[in-house]
């Protein structure tokens, strides 16, 4: 016969495996709480609107009629082939191809200036991140008179220098270039912040034993500094990637699209199909179009970053 003692025992166990199982699911139900608004936002905000975009997409919807005629895969069939908007992916391509790695490399530099902590480290700081929040419409009206042809800044410039002075956005050839600068003025300080906080993850640690070792300031970044900032890197590049592709702010105020469609970049012509020619069905599929090469872009930057990961 066992003892009262020994009896005892595995309902002494049981009682706190019972609580804390209770407690648990009181954690999980007072989490869930939490999330359902979240969830409940984007379900109704963003999954539901994608979701009736799709359905569009294969119908021929024109908004001012209001008529809707399923039309199955004719839309995409037809993007394929429209010159239009295969020259707006190119321009918007061609405007990723350059910003990619010139304000990834430029972003790196200014944090790796203002990573030292001197006087007027504070300054440049704030300095370098106000075009982050100033205005899109205000940036690119201030560069549309900095491009001016008659009395822009860009021109007197050029002037001073006894070069040959150009209407920077009437020009074709010159035009998407006006935009390409304007955007990394107005993007770069932010990725420079996010570099600034991957520098500062590195353990200084690893600097001192570099330089115990007889490691330049060279090899240290290359061995030290880039590799650690892998993962930052990877971040950078990816945002980088879908904000270029998606570029159509800056082209909105700055060119509308001109001269001839130089700078028509391929959210800039969903938004001419869609809400200007309203064909409603053929910019909604143009749209996905642009995010399934968009989410295979970035499917790929991610696989590259992750096969190189220290």
Known sequence: MASPTTAAKPAANIVPKKKRHSSLRNEEMTAWWFVLPAFALLLIFVFYPMLQAFIISFQNYNLV?????????????????????LASLGHSFYFAIIVIPIQTIISLGMALLIQKKVVATGLFRTLYFIPVVISTAVAATVFKLIYNKE???LNNFLELLHLPTTNFLSNPDTA???????GMWKAVGFFMIIFLAGLNNIP?????????DGASKIQQFFRITLPLLNR????????????????SGLV???????????????????????????????????????FAIVLAISLVQ????????Y
Do not use: C, W
Not at 257 to 286: C, D, L, S
Not at 302 to 309: A, C
């Open 65 to 85: 009629g209001g008529t809707k005629t399923f039309v199955g895969l004719d839309n995409y069939k037809t993007l394929i082939t429209d010159h239009s908007f």
């Open 151 to 153: 009395y822009g800044l």
């Open 176 to 182: 998407m270039n006006g935009v390409i600068m304007l």
């Open 204 to 212: 200084q640690d690893l600097y001192e034993a570099a330089r115990v």
């Open 232 to 247: 930052t890197t990877a971040f950078v590049v990816i945002i980088t990637t879908i904000d270029a592709i998606k570029i």
């Open 252 to 290: 909105f105020v700055l060119t509308n699209g001109g001269p001839n469609g130089a700078t028509e970049t391929a959210v800039f012509y969903i938004y001419q199909m869609a809400f200007k020619q309203m064909q409603m069905g053929y910019g909604t599929a143009a749209a996905f179009i642009l």
């Open 302 to 309: 991610m696989r590259l970053f992750r096969n190189q990961d």
